[in-house]
């Protein structure tokens, strides 16, 4: 009979700390997290200043506007501004930002539906051409967008779309970049078994769309739609080339045309500044409301 003989099992030994390495190290992290928050700090100031700037400039008249500093706030004047803005033109501008509002919230609300729809179908089905279709939307999101203005300016002219609402409508339903997002989604948080189950269950391509995947990158759609409505909000150059008519021009395009006016008159400087600042707001509380979806959405797409 032999007998094992017992091993004695020892815990493996740590290396040695060493001092100079570990104060080397938080030496670099403390130097790192300071460049960063230098860099912070500069984004901050970079993106807050120029809306500080715009809200001390709508508080001023004409004069106080070119012979003050442009954060004394002697006088007060910021209700008698939007006061001019109500009063200029019949109330014109309260109709281009009521335009402003249509036209991003189709662009964000249909525009998005669509891009989440054609990056669910990039994702989950398989057909003949996928991958180059989808390369040819990746080629579209390395196009500046001022790059197609005149082509669809030279398609819309012989429908008689020039000079209508259809013409920035139109556009803001093809986002690219919303198409390659939405896709990402889709992979990320629809799994196919989860789709399969529901194709054994009795449901269709489309109630599975709506029923099961929609659902599950609610705040994708909230993201995509978001980035939809500021994108159309700012456009600047497509308005500018296919409207020509007051009563459809965006804020954007009128704030332009008061701004060439202040070149004979100034006291339309006042009115440009009041307006700019009036035509963030609506963005602010789409952001301010939306920000539990957006959020969530960005930060669950970063892990991805």
């Given at each position: 009979m032999t007998t094992r003989r017992a091993s004695k099992v020892t815990a493996p030994q740590r290396p040695p700390v060493s001092l100079k390495y570990g104060s080397a190290r938080t030496g670099a992290s403390v130097g790192s997290r300071a460049v960063?928050?230098?860099?912070?700090?500069?984004?901050?100031?970079?993106?807050?200043?120029?809306?500080?700037?715009l809200f001390f400039a709508s508080t001023k008249n004409v004069e106080q506007?070119?012979?003050?500093?442009?954060?004394?706030?002697?006088?007060?004047?910021?209700?008698?501004?939007?006061?001019?803005?109500?009063a200029q033109n019949d109330g014109i501008f309260f109709r281009w930002m009521a335009n402003s509002v249509l036209y991003a919230s189709v662009g964000a609300i249909v525009?998005?539906?669509?891009?989440?729809?054609?990056?669910?179908?990039?994702?989950?089905?398989?057909?003949?051409?996928?991958?180059?279709?989808?390369?040819?939307?990746?080629?579209?999101?390395?196009?500046?967008?001022?790059?197609i203005v005149l082509p669809l300016y030279m398609l819309f002219a012989p429908l008689g779309l020039t000079n209508t609402m259809w013409a920035i409508l139109l556009p803001a339903l093809c986002n690219p970049f919303s198409v390659y997002l939405a896709r990402i989604y889709s992979q990320g948080y629809i799994p196919d078994e989860t789709l399969e189950a529901a194709r054994v269950d009795g449901a269709g391509p489309i109630r599975s769309f709506f029923s099961v995947g929609l659902p599950m990158i609610m705040p994708g759609?909230?993201?995509?739609?978001?980035?939809?409505?500021?994108?159309?909000?700012?456009?600047?150059?497509?308005?500018?080339?296919?409207?020509?008519?007051?009563?459809?021009?965006?804020?954007?395009?009128?704030?332009?045309?008061?701004q060439s006016y202040t070149r004979s008159n100034t006291e339309f400087a006042p009115l440009v500044i009041t307006g700019s600042l009036l035509s963030i707001i609506p963005l602010i509380i789409a952001f301010v409301l939306l920000q539990r979806y957006w959020r969530a959405g960005m930060t669950e797409g970063a892990v991805k």
């Amino acid at each position: 009979m032999t007998t094992r003989r017992a091993s004695k099992v020892t815990a493996p030994q740590r290396p040695p700390v060493s001092l100079k390495y570990g104060s080397a190290r938080t030496g670099a992290s403390v130097g790192s997290r300071a460049v960063v928050n230098a860099f912070l700090v500069i984004g901050t100031i970079y993106m807050v200043f120029p809306v500080t700037w715009l809200f001390f400039a709508s508080t001023k008249n004409v004069e106080q506007l070119y012979s003050t500093n442009i954060f004394d706030m002697a006088e007060f004047n910021l209700f008698a501004n939007i006061a001019d803005v109500a009063a200029q033109n019949d109330g014109i501008f309260f109709r281009w930002m009521a335009n402003s509002v249509l036209y991003a919230s189709v662009g964000a609300i249909v525009g998005g539906m669509i891009a989440v729809a054609a990056g669910y179908a990039f994702d989950k089905f398989r057909f003949r051409g996928r991958n180059m279709l989808f390369a040819f939307v990746l080629v579209g999101v390395l196009i500046p967008n001022t790059a197609i203005v005149l082509p669809l300016y030279m398609l819309f002219a012989p429908l008689g779309l020039t000079n209508t609402m259809w013409a920035i409508l139109l556009p803001a339903l093809c986002n690219p970049f919303s198409v390659y997002l939405a896709r990402i989604y889709s992979q990320g948080y629809i799994p196919d078994e989860t789709l399969e189950a529901a194709r054994v269950d009795g449901a269709g391509p489309i109630r599975s769309f709506f029923s099961v995947g929609l659902p599950m990158i609610m705040p994708g759609f909230i993201t995509i739609a978001l980035f939809q409505f500021v994108a159309v909000w700012n456009n600047y150059m497509l308005p500018l080339v296919m409207l020509t008519s007051e009563r459809i021009f965006p804020v954007s395009l009128g704030m332009s045309l008061w701004q060439s006016y202040t070149r004979s008159n100034t006291e339309f400087a006042p009115l440009v500044i009041t307006g700019s600042l009036l035509s963030i707001i609506p963005l602010i509380i789409a952001f301010v409301l939306l920000q539990r979806y957006w959020r969530a959405g960005m930060t669950e797409g970063a892990v991805k």
